[in-house]
């Protein structure tokens, strides 16, 4: 276990720039039998099914389990009992034996866990998104080239076959002419996380300073403490984050082949209706971005097509994916699949992969075998590039103002169009775009090079660009 004083040493040398990685070896080396020691921070549901994927990788051994919920702990230490296991991260990422770490925390750790550990010399391996907010993004990369790190972001679909054939069929082939558009979906209905009058107790056996980490120490009104995490912004990134982040990473790699880095601008109109709950980030959002050459619509949309009912709203296309509107027809994508359609709407071409499950994993640890970031898939400057589309649109949210139809007629040319859509998902629960709880923002403009608004309302939507962090747990600055 780290001593008080060590402990104190690992925060206080990473904010003064002095890191016990910067003479240090890296911890993995080439041994006999190729086998990588991986610890798990995170033993939640996203960090069982990864557990569930490395453990099927050959010479991979589940070396270490961690996790600030004992319960958790306990269950990740009955799947794997050879395993260690710790309650605090910085003991595992301490460990020697241990060569690489799975990240599958809150949001709000992703980015200081996965700087600790790449300074402690381990590869990493991050779930998606990246980053809470796009500073700390941004120190992440720098992190990975300072350490000479192997770090790879969880967007899994990067690792499918299928997203080669569809980018040969849709730009080499040509298979459907050129691309005019992008429509983002991603319409599934969730429920209220309630809304109590006293603050939520936090169970006994939870580490509770651990789990909030970097996220401010204020009181909690929901019903549940986990997963619901996501639709507070102190500790999530709502749906933008949680599905957005792996849609438009598809767009990024499918339609733009990562040629745009950002939007150069942006603009939303939505926000949270109909429940009356302790969530802050929008049940219904629609975004407009402007990419300079194709532009990109997003829908997002969590309530039921009417009152009490289980159905989505109607919508075109795939409920979790995209359409890419070309001349010549378009082209349905979801994960692990796709459809292309001429213009009469008759198929003529289909795509199925695998959704990267296991392959992501693979790619991973052949990277870390090779010492090869090039071969990765989702290397962490693309999966941060990924991530600022979604803090943008999220920005772009919180810096928002009540509706006003005039920022609709004088926004982005598809935002009429959006607004109108978005009128009719809310128009079965007796609401409408000038209903309390609506915003939208102005076309808010992107500096490519810094990631960061410029212009109209540029402070404002700033304030999101870098979030205020408790001293212990401040992401250190790299860059």
Not at 78 to 88: G, I, M, S, V, Y
Not at 379 to 408: H, K, M, Q
Request: proline letters at 4%; one cysteine or more; a neutral charge.
């Amino acid at each position: 276990m780290l001593n008080s004083t060590r402990r104190q040493f690992i925060q206080t040398g990473m904010a003064g720039g002095i890191t016990l990685a910067t003479a240090a070896q890296p911890v993995w080396s080439a041994n006999a039998n190729n086998e990588v020691n991986v610890g798990f921070i995170g033993c939640g549901g996203r960090g069982n099914i990864l557990m569930s994927a490395f453990s099927k990788v050959s010479g991979v051994t589940i070396g270490g389990v961690c996790d600030p919920d004992a319960e958790r702990l306990e269950q990740a230490k009955e799947r794997f009992p050879k395993a260690q296991a710790w309650t605090d991260l910085r003991d595992l990422i301490e460990d020697k034996s241990i060569d690489a770490v799975v990240i599958a925390t809150c949001n709000h750790w992703h980015c200081l866990a996965a700087i600790w550990a790449m300074e402690a010399g381990k590869d990493v391996y991050v779930e998606k998104p990246l980053s809470h907010s796009q500073w700390e993004g941004e120190q992440t990369v720098a992190a990975a080239e300072k350490y000479k790190r192997i770090c790879q972001l969880g967007t899994q679909q990067r690792s499918d076959p299928m997203q080669a054939e569809i980018k040969t069929f849709l730009h080499k082939e040509k298979g459907l002419g050129d691309i005019v558009s992008v429509q983002v979906n991603r319409v599934g209905v969730r429920s209220s996380i309630g809304k109590r009058s006293t603050p939520l107790l936090i169970p006994n056996d939870m580490d509770y300073d651990l789990w909030l980490g970097p996220a401010i120490d204020e009181p909690i009104f929901r019903d549940k403490l986990q997963y619901d995490w996501h639709w507070d912004w102190n500790t999530g990134s709502g749906e933008m984050g949680n599905w957005g982040i792996h849609i438009l990473d598809d767009v990024r790699n499918v339609v733009f082949r990562d040629a745009v880095k950002v939007p150069t601008r942006i603009q939303s109109i939505g926000g949270r209706v109909v429940w009356d709950d302790a969530g802050n980030t929008p049940n219904v959002q629609m975004v407009a971005m402007d990419t300079g050459s194709v532009p990109v619509q997003l829908q997002l949309a969590n309530i039921a097509a009417e009152p009490g009912g289980k159905k989505s709203p109607k919508h075109r296309g795939p409920g979790s994916g995209y359409i890419v509107q070309c001349s010549g027809g378009h082209y349905e994508g979801r994960r692990g699949s796709g459809v292309a359609f001429d213009r009469n709407g008759k198929e003529i071409r289909s795509f199925k992969g695998d959704s990267g499950n296991g392959s992501h994993q693979q790619n991973f640890i052949d990277a870390v075998r090779k010492r090869d970031q090039n071969i990765l898939n989702a290397d962490i400057v693309v999966g941060n590039d990924s991530t600022a589309w979604c803090n943008l649109a999220n920005s772009a949210f919180r810096a928002s103002r009540e509706y006003d139809p005039n920022l609709v007629t004088h926004g982005l040319p598809s935002m009429n169009e959006q607004a109108e859509r978005l009128g009719k998902i809310l128009s079965p629960h007796g609401l409408g775009l000038q209903s309390k709880g609506i915003q939208a923002s102005t076309v808010l403009e992107v500096n490519p090079e810094t990631g960061k608004f410029v212009g109209v309302d540029a402070e404002q939507a700033n304030q999101y660009y870098k979030r205020s962090y408790r001293p212990a747990y401040a992401v250190p600055q790299l860059t």
